[in-house]
T-cell receptor, first 117, second 113 residues
Framework: GAVVSQHPSWVICKSGTSVKIECRSLDFQATTMFWYRQFPKQSLMLMATSNEGSKATYEQGVEKDKFLINHASLTLSTLTVTSAHPEDSSFYIC?????????????FGEGSRLTVL | GESVGLHLPTLSVQEGDNSIINCAYSNSASDYFIWYKQESGKGPQFIIDIRSNMDKRQGQRVTVLLNKTVKHLSLQIAATQPGDSAVYFCAENGPSNTGKLIFGQGTTLQVKP
């Protein structure tokens, strides 16, 4: 089946630094990727929709200058958390949708756990 | 530090019993629903889906029921096994079939041996 890979799976950084998380679709071309954030014991909250070759669409309340999203190719989207602070510590999960995929044909990555000290 | 949110409700069942996990969805216009299983430290794993033109769909050991009148979904797991222990989320498709999913609160399923 389709596989979506995230890297790194976990990262620890100092406050004020920037961290980049990659989301790759390994065996299909993903025209659309989604980025979610999940705090402990909570549900997944959609942060933004990333379309290949265009600007990402952010959900209300998500700072676009803080969470930079780039979807430069059909198999790769990146999320950069700029000037990270402890409150940005969370589990970041991406999902990818193929060209002809219905809403439900979404494939999730394994998540990236960010800890900001 | 991190904000403190609500803890997920927990369902505790005996191994071999059937489990029923419930979910209320928000948008009466949603026409597609999915159940996901999430194990600790991992991404969501697809279990089963259902379209709004159906009220029941069965998979292997799992059944999803949809009641559009009260905007309610349930996931039934037959003969629950220890490997079923996880957090279960329902999700509904977002507006305009964009592929955006809106996730429900989630339920922790604990299976006692």
């Amino acid at each position: 089946g389709a596989v979506v890979s995230q890297h790194p799976s976990w990262v620890i950084c100092k406050s004020g630094t920037s961290v980049k998380i990659e989301c790759r679709s390994l065996d299909f071309q993903a025209t659309t990727m989604f980025w979610y954030r999940q705090f402990p014991k909570q549900s997944l909250m959609l942060m933004a929709t990333s379309n290949e070759g265009s600007k990402a669409t952010y959900e209300q309340g998500v700072e676009k200058d803080k969470f930079l999203i780039n979807h430069a190719s059909l198999t790769l989207s990146t999320l950069t958390v700029t000037s990270a602070h402890p409150e940005d510590s969370s589990f970041y999960i991406c999902s990818a949708r193929g060209r002809a995929g219905r809403t439900g044909e979404l494939f999730f990555g394994e998540g990236s756990r960010l800890t900001v000290l | 530090g991190e904000s403190v949110g609500l803890h997920l409700p927990t369902l505790s069942v005996q191994e071999g019993d059937n489990s029923i996990i419930n979910c209320a969805y928000s948008n009466s216009a949603s026409d597609y629903f999915i159940w996901y299983k999430q194990e600790s430290g991992k991404g969501p794993q697809f279990i089963i889906d259902i379209r709004s033109n159906m009220d029941k769909r069965q998979g292997q050991r799992v059944t999803v029921l949809l009641n559009k009148t009260v905007k309610h979904l349930s996931l039934q797991i037959a003969a629950t096994q220890p490997g079923d222990s996880a957090v279960y989320f329902c999700a509904e498709n977002g507006p305009s079939n964009t592929g955006k999913l809106i996730f429900g609160q989630g339920t922790t399923l604990q299976v006692k041996p």
